[in-house]
């Protein structure tokens, strides 16, 4: 059984952000370049918040501090990507294939916050998966056997929830929108806290806020992006 739970768990949370990958970045060298780029910078966070961990020695067992900054690392290093491509639009519209990716502005933040969550994710499961292929694994240490399904779950939930961010955090900034400023800072901060609930297997006090804040910010992010009630009806009826 450890061999299908370990594809399972992987189609779960890589399979629907391998989709994306694959329709709407895979044929653009561009986006390409943007997602490696992106996944860059949210390995910086991780080395900058790692590095802050083993510094500050007497809170090296409060896993809270470190879940909070390195929130807050992950969010200074999505501003910074953002100056940087709203700083070189005029040079990635002179090389691009597409010229979309420059002339709507939402799609830089959708590639780039799905390189952010890809990699996000990959770190979040890696280590998970590798104990996952075997030799048994009905729960680590005696657990239970739904922290595998939980943390594929909860992985993916990340990655639409990054690319979400991403879409909210730039349209916020190119506006002076605040408000969603803070929601994107405020929900990334209370959905990384809740994983800490997993030590305790709260598994469903984990999952089902994070997947409400998943629909309301993926919401958010379409009407941000310019979608409607009306753009989302004719696509479900594929008019």
């Not at 929830?161 to 400023?181: G, K, M, P, Q, V």
Request: glycine residues 8%.
């Amino acid at each position: 059984m450890t061999l299908p739970e370990f594809f399972g768990c992987t189609l779960l949370a890589f399979g629907p952000p391998f989709s994306l990958f694959v329709f709407t970045i895979a044929n653009d060298p561009v986006r390409i370049i943007i997602l490696i780029a992106a996944a860059f910078f949210w390995l910086l966070s991780l080395l900058l918040s790692s590095l802050l961990w083993f510094a500050v020695v007497p809170l090296q067992d409060v896993l809270a501090f470190g879940v909070v900054f390195s929130v807050l690392f992950q969010e200074c290093f999505r501003y910074i990507i953002y100056r940087i491509l709203r700083s070189t639009e005029q040079g990635l519209h002179a090389v691009a294939e597409d010229t979309r990716v420059t002339e709507n502005k939402h799609i830089l933040a959708y590639v780039s916050g799905l390189g952010f969550g890809i990699i996000s994710g990959m770190f979040a499961l890696v280590n998970v998966l590798a104990d996952m292929a075997g030799p048994g694994t009905m729960g680590l240490k005696g657990g239970t056997e739904l922290f595998f399904i939980t943390s594929a779950a909860q992985a993916l939930a990340i990655i639409l929830l990054h690319t979400f961010w991403s879409i909210i955090f730039f349209n916020a900034f190119d506006t002076n929108n605040y408000l969603h400023i803070a929601y994107v800072m405020g929900s990334h901060l209370f959905v990384s806290l809740l994983t800490l609930l997993n030590a305790d297997a709260h598994y469903w006090a984990t999952l089902l806020p994070s997947y409400i804040v998943t629909v309301l910010t993926g919401v958010l992010a379409f009407k941000v992006a310019g979608g409607s009630a009306r753009s989302a009806k004719r696509f479900i009826m594929c008019q």
